[in-house]
């Protein structure tokens, strides 16, 4: 007896799934424009310790710099307070000599900043060692560059609870360019020491603490200016923050 077999057809169904990448958005850039230069009125307090805020600018993540950094070509010891426009009042001052510059703020809730008449710089490569005595929470303190005028400069800032930001100031208004961020390359409190760099590449501004890379701004606002130092008291306590070693070096693009 013959058996016989019957093979059923096995009928395979499949489907293909597609997956769609979402198009990533350019990020959305923002141009300024320098505004005239400022009166010569110095205001050294203002009468509101919190600045008006402005459009905030974009930022980019920080990425390779093409340039290399040549020699010194500007330096100061703090042995004479010579080019330097700084404040003497009772609600504070600023004291150079001994190879340091010291901004003490008796008054609480107020600001304090001294700057350099020269250099007049675009591109370069800037560090000064901070050194904070006495300060805590909020209170600031900051290096200033590309300084033009007595109210048109960016803002390198440092809180005494551990925080970096960047600001530029033209005339009355503040540009926000880097808000208030927690950063690990801040030491809270004081006494501490940190030094603060500046690589700056005509509208490319990239910063450092520490050695540390911060962030890259890029910004078309201010082309041309020198330096400072600021601090500021957040709250009721005094403010004594102190600078050394400033050094300024050529930045030459690849």
Do not use: H
């Amino acid at each position: 007896m013959k058996k016989s077999w019957i093979i059923l057809p096995i009928i395979l169904l499949s489907a293909c799934l597609s997956v769609s990448t979402p198009e990533l958005l350019p990020t959305p850039t923002s141009t300024l424009t320098a505004l005239p230069s400022p009166t010569s009125t110095i205001e050294w307090f203002p009468s509101s310790p919190t600045p008006e805020q402005l459009p905030t600018i974009a930022v980019t993540p920080t990425q390779e710099f093409m340039s290399e950094i040549g020699e010194i070509i500007f330096q100061d010891e703090f042995l004479s307070s010579d080019g330097w426009t700084v404040p003497q009042t009772d609600r504070g001052q600023i004291n150079i000599t001994n190879g340091e510059i010291v901004i003490i703020i008796n008054e609480p809730k107020s600001l304090l900043l001294g700057t350099l008449e020269r250099p007049d710089l675009q591109d370069f490569y800037a560090e000064i060692t901070a050194n904070p005595v006495l300060c805590t929470g909020r209170d600031e303190y900051g290096f200033l560059f590309r300084v033009f005028g007595r109210n048109q400069y960016y803002r390198f800032a440092l809180s005494c609870d551990g925080e970096v930001k960047m600001d530029k100031i033209v005339g009355a208004g503040t540009f926000v360019l880097y808000p208030w961020t927690r950063s690990a390359s801040v030491p809270p409190g004081a006494p501490s020491v940190s030094k603060l760099e500046v690589l700056a590449l005509r509208d490319e501004i990239r910063v450092f603490i520490n050695g540390d890379p911060q962030f890259t701004i890029i910004d078309q606002g201010l082309s041309l200016g020198s330096f400072g130092v600021y601090a500021r008291s957040a709250g009721e306590t005094a403010v004594t923050i102190s600078f050394s070693d400033l050094i300024v070096r050529e930045v030459i693009p690849k």
